[in-house]
Structures are given as structure tokens and as C-alpha cells.
């Protein structure tokens, strides 16, 4: 029902931003809880950020605190990751997710109902 597309990935050097969004169709994602994971070849896919329906409760990973904000614009069915100060281990495949309630574990791939296909993220150093 909720159909999600990932953007903005790509090459960065090391130290450096990108942001990427996540466009929801179907249906409106505006009473939903949404997330951000990433996957790397060698790693299990982890969470990286989450936020509530409204946005103003926001989760992120220990590994990316203070680097990574999350947002959503939910008039435009939008989500969003903002992504500073990136290091070599953030390369992977970054996914949106949408979760069927309003804020959800978090954490747990198993509380999102819905996935993105990814965008490939690459850091060089």
C-alpha cells in the first residue's frame, strides 16, 4: 500500500554531508513512525535514526548521534536523513521504512511494515 523511494545517495569524501530523502506514495506516512537503516555487504542491516509521526520524537543510533538529523515534511509525504561529518564506515545502503503505528521499537527491523529498495551511500577517505 505505502510505496517508498530513496534519493541522494552517492560518492562523498570522507568528512562530508549528504542528505537523503524518501518519498512515500500510496498513501500518506503522516500517522506513521519512519526510520532510517543502512546495510552494509558485511554487516546485518542496523537502524540508524527513527522518528515519531509528528517528528518531534526523534531515535538515532549511537553510532551516528550528533552527525545524522532526522526529519520528515509530512504535508509532502516526505522523510528525510541529513548526514555530516560522514567516515568510511557509513558506506552502505541506506533504506527508509514506515512503521504501521505511530512510533514503534525503533530499533527493530521487525516494527517497519514497509521498505524502500535503498540508496547506495559511499564514503571515501
Known amino acids: 500500500q505505502v510505496q517508498l523511494v530513496e534519493s541522494g545517495g552517492g560518492l562523498v569524501q570522507a568528512g562530508g554531508p549528504l542528505r537523503l530523502s524518501c518519498a512515500a506514495s500510496g498513501r500518506t506516512v503522516s500517522s506513521h513512525a519512519v526510520a532510517w537503516f543502512r546495510h552494509a555487504p558485511v554487516n546485518k542491516r542496523e537502524f540508524v535514526s527513527g522518528a515519531g509521526w509528528s517528528g518531534q520524537i526523534t531515535h538515532y543510533a549511537e553510532s551516528v548521534k550528533g552527525r545524522f538529523t532526522i526529519s520528515r515534511d509530512n504535508a509532502k509525504n516526505m522523510i528525510y536523513l541529513q548526514m555530516n561529518s560522514l567516515k568510511p564506515e557509513d558506506t552502505a545502503v541506506y533504506y527508509c521504512?514506515?512503521?504501521?503505528?505511530?512510533?514503534?521499537?525503533?530499533?527493530?527491523?521487525?516494527?517497519?511494515?514497509?521498505w524502500g529498495q535503498g540508496t547506495q551511500v559511499t564514503v571515501s577517505s
Open positions: 521504512a514506515v512503521s504501521p503505528e505511530l512510533d514503534g521499537t525503533w530499533e527493530s527491523e521487525a516494527d517497519y511494515d514497509y
